[in-house]
């Protein structure tokens, strides 16, 4: 089946299922309805619905209460249920407005939302480079000025996390008009992506942006995504337990982190041991207290990982037995903290001030330890201070002063990194999806942005089958068949000298078999947009560029390719191997270079590949054998953090990594 073809399917099956599906709440109820709030909150002025399709539209009212909506010279209605919540379903309306949305209750209780068009409405989703805003990108401050256009709707929906789904919180942000002011601050890629799709679809567009900085993906991912993925059940099961009881959880958690720990090649010590031998002997922690990658040591100066954190502190006995509260100044960015011994909390943010209030039992007359694992993966790292936030205070005023005398440990970063807390906002399993994405309902969509993958490269290791379950949870609320546009990571880091193994690489190939696998998905290849040394690429025009083309493949059914040449075969043939391409505008084409470069043959094992002669015919391209290598079952293309590739075709779309295994 073509690919035009399967993208008109993934929209009738959408179309199919919205008309059809039934949902209620999920998690915690919405805030009550007031004598103007029959709506849930994302229905506002100046939104934008899905056209062509059932709107379906919901609230609350007084259980059991009889409620009408009615838009567009069409109606319908529904009955609040027994926890207030109804929902009811407009017949579909094609593109135009603006137009006004009314719901009355029986009760005489009306809300009316204006100015509200009917278009295309896509989710733009992701962590910082979906964020990253108009106004810092090239270009920005010129196209903000431009941006005044009543057809191009944002919803930028806030940053919440939560350990259940959440069904309509209080602030999920506020549809507004594009305009220079409220442009620049909005998502660059998902704003650049909607201005040039509106060149060839004529029709209003909803952009809502639900993104944050520094998150995994399987912060985003429903719970139902996870069954893809083995190993989470428990994290799984101790957030559930988070939400009912987090004194348990945090305990549990911190058996978790215990056991992880054990099982590394440091586990045979466990520093959290009040009697740790040999921890008098730990070196000082410089004063004062400050980020360790500025405490002068060369280990620590661009150490990215743990570092263990001890201090040893007197009580008397009238002390050990009152109700205290152990506070450790700010740290950066992940603390597991004990206490004698014992589990007492864990948690993330990015110098944020840890204030712990000790369980009965924890202290005792003599010596007590206060220990510290503090993970910083990025940037600043460590307990931050300031000296005077760095006490335990007591229930009657009092406190000892915990300042100076700290101790450290570094940990060798081939000890990996440890397990995160499921609760955790951006780490954490689901809790992005319950706060930033759950709240939207299942409000009209035609398709998704995805642009996210960078902090999963730490472990790249299964983002193939994360990014599966990501979109099969997501369809589940928004509907089967939903469209997917996949923004592949860009070039980030040293250039290969030789042939190197990349996580960066590892995640661009997992999205691109994602894709490959996936009818209702479309890769945006974007290898060459990419900064070496700033993980935050400023030329977010051209990525939205190639996402729009994306979408008039993937969404519209153009026969158009999505994002450039792509890898069908690699094959053996006389005189080499020879890999195929498809997707191919024209020919394929080389630059600063009659050949293409970046092209490896590989064996089996990591380490094995070599860089290859490689030859560009019409749409394939011939590589030569190499002296002294066995037989190669590999073929890799522009690998690496930062690869050089010249390959393209004569859209100037380039070709993008790939790892192909040789028939």
């Given at each position: 089946m073509s690919r035009e073809h399967t993208s008109s399917l993934c929209l009738s099956v959408v179309v199919?299922?919205?008309?059809?599906?039934?949902?209620?709440?999920?998690?915690?109820?919405?805030?009550?309805?007031?004598?103007?709030?029959?709506?849930?909150?994302?229905?506002?002025?100046?939104?934008?619905?899905?056209?062509?399709?059932?709107?379906?539209?919901?609230?609350?009212?007084?259980?059991?209460?009889?409620?009408?909506?009615?838009?567009?010279?069409?109606?319908?209605g529904a009955t609040a249920d027994g926890s207030g919540r109804w929902e009811a379903t407009l017949p579909a309306s094609a593109a135009g407005g603006p137009y006004t949305l009314e719901a009355r209750s029986d009760s005489g209780t009306t809300q009316v939302v204006s100015d509200v068009l009917v278009g295309d409405v896509f989710l733009c989703s992701g962590q910082s480079n979906m964020e990253f805003p108009v106004m810092r990108a090239r270009g920005g401050e010129f196209a903000a000025r431009a941006a005044a256009n009543d057809r191009i709707r944002l919803l930028t929906v806030p940053h919440l996390a939560l350990p259940e789904p959440a069904a309509d919180p209080d602030a999920p942000g506020t549809w507004k008009v594009a305009s220079p002011e409220t442009v620049r601050p909005f998502s660059a890629a998902c704003y650049f992506f909607a201005r040039e799709l509106q060149q060839t679809e004529l029709v209003p567009m909803g952009l809502i942006n639900a993104a944050w900085g520094g998150s995994a993906i399987e912060a985003w991912m429903g719970g139902s995504g996870f069954g893809q993925s083995g190993g989470f059940a428990e994290r799984l099961d101790l957030l559930r337990l988070y939400a009912r009881d987090p004194e348990a959880a945090n305990q549990g958690f911190g058996r978790m982190w215990e056991a992880w720990w054990r099982s590394t090649p440091a586990g045979a010590t466990e520093p959290w041991q009040p009697d740790l031998a040999g921890a008098d002997r730990w070196p000082e922690v410089p004063e004062p207290m400050r980020n360790w990658k500025a405490w002068g040591v060369p280990a620590l100066a661009s150490h990215d990982g743990m570092v263990w954190y001890r201090r040893a502190f007197s009580l008397t006995p009238g002390q050990a037995v009152r109700r205290a509260t152990l506070s450790l100044g700010g740290i950066d960015e992940v603390d597991q903290t004990w206490v004698n011994g014992r589990v007492i909390r864990n948690t993330f943010g990015w110098g944020d001030q840890r204030v712990y209030p000790l369980p009965a039992g924890v202290?005792?007359?003599?010596?007590?330890?206060?220990?510290?694992?503090?993970?910083?993966?990025?940037?600043?790292?460590?307990?931050?201070?300031?000296?005077?936030?760095?006490?335990?205070?007591?229930?009657?005023?009092?406190?000892?002063?915990?300042?100076?005398?700290?101790?450290?440990?570094?940990?060798?970063?081939?000890?990996?990194?440890?397990?995160?807390?499921?609760?955790?906002?951006?780490?954490?399993?689901?809790?992005?999806?319950?706060?930033?994405?759950?709240?939207?309902?299942?409000?009209?969509?035609?398709?998704?942005?995805?642009?996210?993958?960078?902090?999963?490269?730490?472990?790249?290791?299964?983002?193939?089958?994360?990014?599966?379950?990501?979109?099969?949870?997501?369809?589940?609320?928004?509907?089967?068949?939903?469209?997917?546009?996949?923004?592949?990571?860009?070039?980030?880091?040293?250039?290969?000298?030789?042939?190197?193994?990349?996580?960066?690489?590892?995640?661009?190939?997992?999205?691109?078999?994602?894709?490959a696998a996936d009818a209702c998905a479309g890769l945006v290849v974007t290898i060459d947009l990419g900064e070496r040394d700033d993980i935050h690429p400023i030329e977010k025009r051209a990525v939205g560029s190639r996402i729009a083309r994306a979408a008039r493949r993937v969404v519209y059914g153009e026969a158009v390719a999505p994002s450039g040449p792509v890898p069908l075969s690699a094959s053996r043939e006389a005189g080499g191997v020879v890999v195929t391409f498809g997707d191919v505008e024209g020919r394929l084409v080389t630059y600063s270079s009659d050949r293409a470069i970046g092209f490896e043959l590989c064996g089996d094992g990591k380490g094995s590949c070599r860089?290859?002669?490689?030859?560009?015919?019409?749409?394939?391209?011939?590589?030569?054998?190499?002296?002294?290598?066995?037989?190669?079952?590999?073929?890799?293309?522009?690998?690496?953090?930062?690869?050089?590739?010249?390959?393209?075709?004569?859209?100037?779309?380039?070709?993008?990594?790939?790892?192909?295994?040789?028939?």
């Open positions: 199919v299922l919205l008309s059809g599906l039934s949902v209620g709440a999920s998690g915690p109820a919405a805030k009550a309805a007031g004598p103007s709030s029959l709506l849930a909150s994302v229905f506002q002025d100046h939104a934008v619905l899905q056209r062509d399709r059932p709107v379906r539209v919901w609230g609350r009212a007084v259980p059991g209460e009889r409620v009408r909506v009615a838009f567009n010279g069409r109606e319908a202290l005792r007359p003599g010596e007590n330890v206060v220990t510290l694992n503090v993970l910083s993966t990025w940037d600043a790292g460590g307990m931050v201070g300031p000296a005077e936030k760095l006490a335990l205070t007591f229930d009657d005023g009092t406190s000892v002063p915990l300042a100076g005398g700290w101790r450290y440990q570094a940990v060798p970063l081939e000890i990996g990194r440890p397990p995160r807390a499921p609760w955790e906002p951006i780490a954490g399993l689901t809790t992005l999806y319950n706060g930033m994405i759950a709240p939207l309902g299942t409000y009209g969509l035609r398709g998704v942005v995805w642009y996210q993958g960078e902090t999963n490269a730490d472990a790249p290791a299964g983002y193939q089958e994360l990014l599966a379950g990501l979109m099969s949870s997501w369809r589940e609320r928004f509907g089967a068949g939903l469209p997917f546009l996949i923004v592949q990571l860009p070039g980030f880091g040293s250039v290969p000298a030789e042939p190197v193994e990349s996580n960066w690489s590892e995640v661009r190939e997992a999205q691109r078999r994602a894709v860089y290859a002669t490689a030859q560009v015919a019409s749409n394939r391209v011939v590589l030569a054998p190499i002296e002294g290598q066995p037989s190669p079952t590999r073929v890799r293309f522009c690998w690496g953090d930062s690869p050089l590739c010249n390959l393209s075709d004569q859209s100037g779309l380039p070709v993008g990594p790939f790892e192909l295994v040789i028939k």
